[in-house]
């Protein structure tokens, strides 16, 4: 059998174990990525050089900042003072909360970022009868998911597009920190819009006369309870913080001047500053590392590399442009990409879904002469997109502690899902030429 079919079989049975979810995600990536190797379909060598790569030192790293931030109460300062702005207005509430969280969670752990998040907001409904837990929570629950895709670090799925893209083009053909903010940023401001003028009367019309409608839940555990704020240390961490996002913006600059200096590096000298300066012990500072997800996403690029050196991912090239024929446009090809993935990401993790569509997509466009950088960029911000199903990601799953129902997630997020496959279809074309 030849690598190429070898590597679509094990690709195949990888897609079926993901979708099963029976299995810890990291233990098929694991799996698949051994069988690469073990059938040749791989070297050892290209199928595990990403666990000592810079983008799996970012992500630990950028986990660890984000700890700090929370253990010095730096994000519930931030979050009370900008909510308190609302004055008790449900809308403005909403609304407020929603923009807040969305600009958060492109910097910061999404997951981190919603739980402050519906501490906050547990304490504001406490306080104001007149704010409900349901018509707050789910809104903020889609702006910790759509906000992480406005920045190369704001979640994992940038990241693992960007190892496949790199991994299949070369460095230069990476991603910036700040490439996904026109596209994502406008899909946010619909966000705030939306859930303020549609969301409001929607939700209200969808759940507003159940039982738990009025329903406070009582934050238990770490998970959803933020340290009262460190005036000692806040300030450090002020200053950490700013100095790490300016060293993102201009990460190229800096590089002129210290070659060795990436992504990787910068975070990885904030996380250490973090735990120098006290604002996270190192005990607090490795266990807040998800290890389980930086296993996971190493493998999955591995399994990528496996399709493409062995040449599967031109096979299941051929078969996809077969679908479309040799001549179909790239807008048309790129739109119902989108889509696709838009689709996907509603059941599987985004992460995911790229790792999985993406080796494709880029054996197409080059084949066809598309531009493989603009379909990168619009299938990565597509990933982000999970919001319709409680399925989608364990950041919006988190809204089950409002006792949402499954059908109130398609019924509320659905038009805004909506919108941002069109924006994405509009936006990223006129930035980056799709057709080469």
């Given at each position: ?11 195949a049975?990888?897609?079926?174990l993901?979708?099963w ?6 233990l098929v990536?694991?799996l698949g990525?051994s069988?690469?190797v073990?059938t ?16 799996i030192?970012?992500?630990?790293s ?6 700090a ?6 994000a519930k300062l931030?979050?009370?003072?900008v909510?308190n702005?609302a004055r008790g ?12 969280t969305?600009?958060c ?8 970022t ?15 009868k007149?704010i ?11 702006a910790?998911v ?6 190369l ?5 940038q990241?693992?597009a960007?190892?496949?893209?790199q991994?299949?083009?070369g460095e230069?053909m990476?991603?910036s ?8 940023g406008?899909i946010?401001?619909l966000l ?13 019309k ?18 959803v ?23 993102f ?5 800096l ?8 992504l990787?590096?910068?975070?990885l000298?904030s996380?250490i500053l973090c735990?120098?300066t ?10 807040s590392?998800?290890?389980n997800l930086?296993?996971?996403?190493c ?15 031109e096979?299941?090239?051929n078969w996809?442009?077969s679908?479309?024929?040799?001549n179909?446009?790239p807008?048309v090809?790129y739109?119902?990409l989108v889509v696709?993935?838009t ?5 599987l ?14 054996s197409v ?14 299938l ?9 199903t ?7 799953a ?7 129902r499954?059908s ?5 997020a ?6 941002a496959i069109?924006?994405l ?10 057709a080469?």
């Amino acid at each position: 059998m030849s690598p190429a079919v070898m590597s679509l079989i094990i690709f195949a049975v990888c897609v079926v174990l993901f979708i099963w979810n029976k299995l810890p995600q990291a233990l098929v990536a694991l799996l698949g990525l051994s069988a690469m190797v073990l059938t040749g379909t791989v070297t050892f060598a290209d199928g595990f050089k990403n666990y000592g790569g810079y983008i799996i030192v970012l992500i630990c790293s950028m986990m660890v900042v984000g700890e700090a931030s929370f253990e010095t109460g730096l994000a519930k300062l931030i979050g009370t003072k900008v909510l308190n702005l609302a004055r008790g207005n449900e809308r403005v509430v909403i609304m407020l909360a929603t923009a807040l969280t969305a600009v958060c969670s492109a910097f910061l752990s999404n997951i981190a970022t919603f739980a402050i998040m519906i501490a906050i907001l547990t304490g504001i409904c406490a306080g104001n009868k007149n704010i409900k837990f349901m018509n707050v929570v789910l809104p903020v629950g889609m702006a910790a998911v759509i906000g992480g895709a406005a920045t190369l670090v704001g979640s994992t799925p940038q990241l693992t597009a960007q190892g496949i893209l790199q991994e299949t083009f070369g460095e230069d053909m990476g991603f910036s920190f700040t490439t996904f903010l026109i596209p994502t940023g406008i899909i946010i401001l619909l966000l705030v819009l939306y859930v303020g003028f549609i969301g409001y009367p929607l939700g209200k019309k969808i759940w507003g006369k159940r039982d738990e409608y009025n329903d406070i839940p009582v934050a238990e555990g770490e998970d959803v309870n933020a340290p009262a704020p460190n005036q000692k240390k806040m300030p450090i961490m002020i200053v950490i913080f700013v100095l790490t996002i300016l060293g993102f913006i201009f990460s190229d600059q800096l590089k002129k001047l210290i070659p060795n200096c990436n992504l990787g590096m910068i975070s990885l000298v904030s996380a250490i500053l973090c735990v120098l300066t006290g604002c996270i012990s190192h005990k607090k500072a490795i266990k807040s590392i998800n290890w389980n997800l930086g296993i996971w996403f190493c493998a999955c690029l591995g399994i990528a590399a496996g399709l493409d050196n062995s040449g599967g991912g031109e096979l299941l090239a051929n078969w996809f442009i077969s679908l479309f024929g040799e001549n179909v446009s790239p807008l048309v090809l790129y739109i119902a990409l989108v889509v696709l993935v838009t689709v996907l990401t509603q059941f599987l993790s985004n992460s995911t879904v790229l790792a999985i569509v993406l080796p494709v997509v880029f054996s197409v466009t080059g084949r066809l002469g598309f531009n493989s950088y603009a379909f990168a960029v619009g299938l990565t911000i597509s990933g982000a997109m999970a919001v319709a199903t409680p399925l989608a990601n364990s950041t919006i799953a988190m809204s089950m502690v409002a006792k949402y129902r499954f059908s109130d997630f398609v019924k509320y997020a659905g038009p805004i899902t909506l919108m941002a496959i069109i924006v994405l279809s509009i936006v990223v074309p006129l930035l980056y030429p799709i057709a080469g």
